[in-house]
C-alpha cells in the first residue's frame, strides 16, 4: 500500500493513477475527500486528513509501505501559509511516516532548493530535505523544475484562452524549463517501488527551455487567439513582494521567486538525469495541444 499525500493536485493524482494502473494499493490523502471521487471510482482508498492535523497523518500511515509527498502551499497565508504546511507539516508527516514504520518516503522538493534561496518556499523545501535525511528514513528527494500545469497553463495559457490577456511578472525573456506532472509521477513511482531508489537525490526537467514570452507565443498559435500582454516590472514587483510579505505571505513568496525566474539562469540539461533514468519526456508543446484539445472540446457551442 502506497500513501499519496496531495493525491488530488497534479502531481498526486499522476502519480496515483501510474500506480493503480500497475496494480498497486493506493491511499490518496486529501483535505476534500469530494475532489478525489474520480481516483476512488478508479481503486484507490480515499482519506480526510491534513498536514496541520497530527492525528490524521498517524491515520493515514498506518499500515502502508511507501509515501510520495506531494502537496504544497506557496501561495498560501494565515493558518495554510507556507511554513505551516509545507515546513512543520511536512516534518509532521515525516515523523508520522517513520512512527508508522514505513519503508520508503518520497519527497517532492523543488529544483534550486537552496538555504540561502530568495524565496522562503526554496529554503523551506530545502529544510525539510535536511529534516528528511537526517530522520532515519529510507527516502528520495525528487527535485521538478516549473510544472507545466500551474506555471505554464495556469498562469500564462488560461488567461489567454478564458480572456485573451496576460500579464507577465517581469519581461518574461529569460529562458527556464517547465516539466509535465506526468513525467515527475514516473519518477515518483520508480523511487516508491525499487527499493535502490533509496538516498537519491533526482533533479527532473522537461527537454526543452522557454522564455514566458514563448509560451505566450506558443498558446497564440495553437490556439488561435491573439494575446494582449503586460508585465509588471521587477522594480514595482521588488516593492510589491516587501509589503505584501506581512498580510499576504504567500504573495509575497510568489513574487520573490518570479524576480529569481527573471534574473537568473533557469535552463535545465535533463541529459544526465536520463541517463540514470531513461524515461520518455514530454515536449511542452505536446503537452499544450493536449490541454487544448481538451479544454476547447469542452467548451459550449456559441450560436451563430
Not at 505551516?84 to 516534518?91: E, P, Q, R, T
Not at 498562469?155 to 500579464?167: D, M, R, Y
Not at 531513461?278 to 508543446?285: A, D, G, K, M, N
Request: hydrophobic letters at 45%; one cysteine or more.
Amino acid at each position: 500500500m502506497f500513501l499519496i499525500v496531495g493525491g488530488t493536485g497534479a502531481l498526486g493524482s499522476a502519480a496515483t493513477r501510474l500506480l493503480l494502473q500497475r496494480g498497486h494499493k493506493v491511499r490518496v490523502m486529501t483535505r476534500d475527500p469530494q475532489r478525489a471521487t474520480v481516483l476512488k471510482k478508479l481503486g484507490a482508498e480515499v482519506v480526510q486528513g491534513d498536514l496541520r492535523d497530527k492525528a490524521s497523518l498517524a491515520r493515514a500511515c498506518a499500515g502502508v509501505d511507501g509515501v510520495l509527498a506531494a502537496a504544497h502551499s506557496i501561495f498560501g497565508r494565515g493558518a495554510e501559509a507556507s511554513v505551516h504546511v509545507d515546513a512543520l507539516g511536512h516534518k509532521w508527516l515525516i515523523n508520522a511516516a517513520q512512527e508508522a514504520g514505513v519503508r520508503h518516503f518520497v519527497y517532492t522538493s523543488a529544483y534550486g532548493a537552496a538555504p540561502t534561496h530568495p524565496a522562503q518556499f526554496f529554503r523551506i523545501k530545502y529544510e525539510v530535505e535536511q529534516y528528511l535525511q537526517h530522520s532515519g528514513l529510507a527516502h528520495t528527494i525528487l527535485r521538478p523544475t516549473a510544472f507545466m500545469e500551474s506555471h505554464a497553463h495556469m498562469l500564462i495559457g488560461q488567461p489567454i484562452l478564458e480572456t485573451g490577456k496576460v500579464s507577465l511578472f517581469g519581461q518574461g525573456e529569460n529562458p527556464r524549463n517547465f516539466v509535465a506532472a506526468q513525467d515527475v509521477a514516473q519518477f515518483a513511482v520508480l523511487s516508491l517501488t525499487m527499493p535502490q531508489m533509496a538516498g537519491a537525490i533526482i533533479d527532473i526537467g522537461g527537454p526543452e527551455n522557454w522564455t514566458n514570452m514563448e509560451v505566450v507565443r506558443l498558446y497564440e498559435r495553437l490556439s488561435g487567439k491573439q494575446a494582449k500582454v503586460s508585465h509588471v516590472p521587477l522594480g514595482l514587483l521588488r516593492v510589491m513582494a516587501g509589503v505584501a510579505r506581512p498580510f499576504h505571505p504567500g504573495l509575497s513568496q510568489v513574487m520573490r521567486t518570479s524576480i529569481w525566474q527573471d534574473t537568473t539562469d533557469q535552463t535545465f540539461d535533463p541529459r544526465p538525469t536520463l541517463r540514470k533514468y531513461p524515461i520518455s519526456l514530454t515536449r511542452l508543446e505536446d503537452w499544450v495541444e493536449q490541454q487544448l484539445a481538451s479544454e476547447l472540446g469542452s467548451m459550449p457551442a456559441v450560436a451563430s
